[in-house]
Every structure is written in C-alpha cells, then in structure tokens.
T-cell receptor
C-alpha cells in the first residue's frame, strides 16, 4: 500500500528563522506518485500549498519550497524565513496517479514565535 | 480559495442513528472525494465519484456508509447506524478529474460527534 511519514508532530520556530518539515513516502502500487503539501490555517479549511508531479522537480509557493526526490523517497518542505502568519498544520500527501486518491501524513503543527 | 460547500458544519448523533452530510463541489468539477479525518489526525479515503458513478470505495463504505452524487443535487454521505468510532471530521473534495496530478479542493468539513 501507500504511506506517508511526517516525523515531527510539532515544530516551533522563531520568526525569521529557517524551517524544514520532513516528509517521506512509500508506495507499492505506483512508480511515480504525485506529491502535495496541504496546509490548514487556524479556523480555515485544508488548502493546497504546493504540488509536484514530476520526480526531480521543485515546487514553490508563498516562500515555501519542496523537491520531489525519488531516490530518497522524500518531499521535505522548506522555508528560508518564517513569519508568524505561517503558523498552521502542514500535511504531506501522496496522490495515486490513476485514481487520484490521496494518502496523507499525520500532519506537523508549526508554531512561529514572534 | 476553495468553493466547496459542506453542510452541516457540526452534527451530533446518538449511537445507532443515521447521520447525513452534504457537499456541493466546485462548479465544473465532476469528481468528488470523501475522506474521514479521525481524532488522531489520520485521514482515510472513503469513496469517490465521477458525476453520478462510484469510482472507488473502501470496504467500510460499502457496509455502513452510503453515498451518492445525483445530477443537479448536492452529493451526500450517510452513515446508516452511527457508532462512536465514526466521530470524526468528514471532508469532501472536488477535482477536475481523478488523475493524480489534478488538485483536490477541500471543503471545511462536517464534524460528526456520536454520543
């Protein structure tokens, strides 16, 4: 089956510092899954942050970026300088190429301290 | 921002009762997905539709859950006989296709509490 692992359940970072949220995936059903980062801001619904559908490519949005690494089966989320408004829950997800079904990680709660 | 509408936002039922929730996908999106997010933040895919046809569903959905997406009406997900373990956030998402590269746009969810 498919699975996504986010090793950090909670991350606290001071404003203007750099951030990395780890994500690794495993799949037995598809050679090239599509990879996504979704975010849920406080009081809001789940929304797409960025996606990458081609291995080796990088996606970016709102200062965040993630590279689809097929060799290490990773899709880590990075930002050079976080802001307080980035405080949210971040979910890494694997999308099945043929069915579209998403498999999510358990999420990482990011708290940015002023 | 997503334009997927889900109602009601909150639903409280007793064990054994029916629980029904609705979803209006984004205009022009023929594919609808339902996911369950439990109290441990774990997501579980339940079922998806293209127009009115079921594309894929898991065993749990086949047994106690029923879902439909009738033409010109909201999609719905109904639990026939609610159990305590069904307490969760139910998320509806819509997409242009069931191809994995197309983004799924999520509604705010219906939070079900089964007492």
């Amino acid at each position: 089956g498919d699975s996504v692992t986010q090793t950090e359940g909670q991350v606290t970072v001071s404003e203007s510092k750099s951030l990395i949220i780890n994500c690794t995936y495993s799949t037995t059903s598809i050679a090239y899954p599509n990879l996504f980062w979704y975010v849920r801001y406080p009081g809001e619904g789940l929304q797409l942050l960025l996606k990458v559908i081609t291995a080796g490519q990088k996606g970016s949005s709102r200062g965040f970026e993630a590279t689809y690494n097929k060799e290490t089966t990773s899709f880590h989320l990075q930002k050079a300088s976080v802001q307080e408004s980035d405080s949210a829950v971040y979910y890494c997800a694997l999308g099945h190429t043929n069915t579209g079904k998403l498999t999510f990680g358990d999420g990482t709660v990011l708290t940015v301290k002023p | 921002n997503s334009k997927v509408i889900q109602t009601p936002r909150y639903l409280v039922k007793g064990q054994g009762q029916k629980a029904k929730m609705r979803c209006i996908p984004e205009k022009g999106h023929p594919v609808v997905f339902w996911y369950q997010q439990n109290k441990n933040n774990e997501f579980k895919f339940l079922i998806n539709f293209q127009n009115q046809e079921v594309l894929q569903q898991i065993d749990m959905t086949e047994k106690r859950f029923s879902a439909e997406c009738p033409s010109n009406s909201p999609c719905s997900l109904e639990i026939q006989s609610s159990e305590a373990g069904d307490s969760a956030l139910y998320l509806c998402a819509s997409s242009l296709s069931n191809w994995g590269q197309d983004t799924q746009y999520f509604g705010p969810g219906t939070r079900l509490l089964v007492l």
